[in-house]
Nanobody, 122 residues
């Protein structure tokens, strides 16, 4: 079993920045991959950024050019730098962990973090 612990998040005004972090621990497969999802009020959970086991990075169109995913200095940590935040970025953000090398879709996700709230005011 893998545990994912998120940190960061909070409230910010539009145009501001926040950084989320996620640390994975437990029994981690060699092909373990991580990513970030969010769930906005009244909407389904959606992928916003993922990093494949092989290094490929994918972003949702809605965050391209504003959000950046990066590996942390510690093994199995992942950051999400969010710049130029908009009110529509307000959501619960979830770290995702995947045993099979990529977290591109919800069925790929084996583990979820507890979620961290991001609120962007106009």
């Amino acid at each position: 079993q893998v545990q994912l612990v998120e940190s960061g998040g909070g409230s910010v005004q539009a145009g501001g920045s926040l950084k989320l972090s996620c640390a994975a621990s437990g029994y981690i497969y060699r092909t373990f991959a991580m990513g970030w999802y969010r769930q906005r009020p009244g909407l389904e959970r959606e992928m916003i950024a993922t990093k494949h086991f092989g290094g490929r990075i994918l972003y949702a169109d809605s965050v391209k050019g504003r959000f950046t995913i990066s590996q942390g200095n510690a093994e199995n940590t992942l950051h999400l730098q969010m710049n130029s935040l908009k009110p529509e970025d307000t959501a619960m953000y979830y770290c995702a962990g995947c045993d099979a090398g990529q977290c591109d879709t919800i069925p790929d996700v084996n583990y979820w973090g507890q979620g961290t709230q991001v609120t962007v005011s106009s």
